[in-house]
């Protein structure tokens, strides 16, 4: 059974900074694009940030380039989101997706 499981939101004041996790089993990780969406209230789902099976590349929305960091584990089968300068328009549901599979979300608010 696939699974993926976020973790690591919360609530974080603007400028600060915030991890999120992705555990991840039930299938080979290691050969799978791994994907942060994240979706606001009223809003689309976009794609945050993408990183390849070996980690070697990595790509992200404008919004987070030079602020957020996708990186992965492929021993432990985890996938990361450092997320640093957090602003209040990055308030949203975080979803860690690989292909078809996708985990419940874990909620980011920044707010003062």
């Known amino acids: 059974q696939v699974q993926l499981v976020e973790s690591g939101g919360g609530l974080v004041q603007p400028g600060g900074s915030l991890r999120l996790s992705c555990t991840t089993s039930?299938?080979?990780?290691?050969?799978?694009?791994m994907n942060w969406y994240r979706q606001a209230p009223g809003k689309e789902r976009e794609l945050v940030a993408s990183i390849i099976n070996t980690g070697g590349s990595t790509t992200y929305a404008d919004s987070v380039k030079g602020r957020f960091t996708i990186s992965r584990d492929n021993a432990k089968m985890l996938v990361y989101l450092q997320m640093n300068s957090l602003k209040p328009e990055d308030t949203a549901m975080y979803y860690c997706?690989?292909?078809?599979?996708w985990g419940q979300g874990t909620q980011v608010t920044v707010s003062s």
């Open positions: 997706n690989a292909a078809l599979f």
């Open positions: 039930g299938f080979t990780f290691r050969n799978y694009r």
